[in-house]
Nanobody, 124 residues
Framework: QVQLVESGGGLVQTGGSLRLSCAAS????????MAWFRQAPPKGREFVAG????????LYSESLRGRVSISRDNAKNTIYLHMDNLTPEDTAVYYC?????????????????WGQGTQVTVSS
């Protein structure tokens, strides 16, 4: 069982930056792939970035590449998402997801564990 708690969301102006955090409670965090998704109604849940269990492989949404960076600290059971040059189109609820796997899934059905989400609002 993996429990995830996101933090770091909030209101930011266009062009600003944010760093989201996701703390995981798991017996074996190092065997878990982690990812960030976002959802802005009425859109579905969109992959933002993912990182494999040892942090050596990261994948990004093509639409966000260059503006976001994902990292993990296995000693703290935490992953991070740093976002730069935010625009109102980035306004969404951002979710942390986890899956015990050596792979790095990029679709939401491949993740069994989810956080509650953290709201990011970018004002124009």
């Amino acid at each position: 069982q993996v429990q995830l708690v996101e933090s770091g969301g909030g209101l930011v102006q266009t062009g600003g930056s944010l760093r989201l955090s996701c703390a995981a409670s798991a017996r074996t965090f190092t065997n878990i792939a982690m990812a960030w998704f976002r959802q802005a109604p009425p859109k579905g849940r969109e992959f933002v970035a993912g990182i494999n269990w040892d942090g050596r492989t990261a994948l990004y949404s093509e639409s966000l590449r260059g503006r976001v960076s994902i990292s993990r600290d296995n000693a703290k059971n935490t992953i991070y998402l740093h976002m730069d040059n935010l625009t109102p189109e980035d306004t969404a609820v951002y979710y942390c997801a986890a899956q015990p796997t050596a792979l790095l899934p990029v679709t939401s059905p491949d993740y069994d564990y989810w956080g509650q989400g953290t709201q990011v609002t970018v004002s124009s």
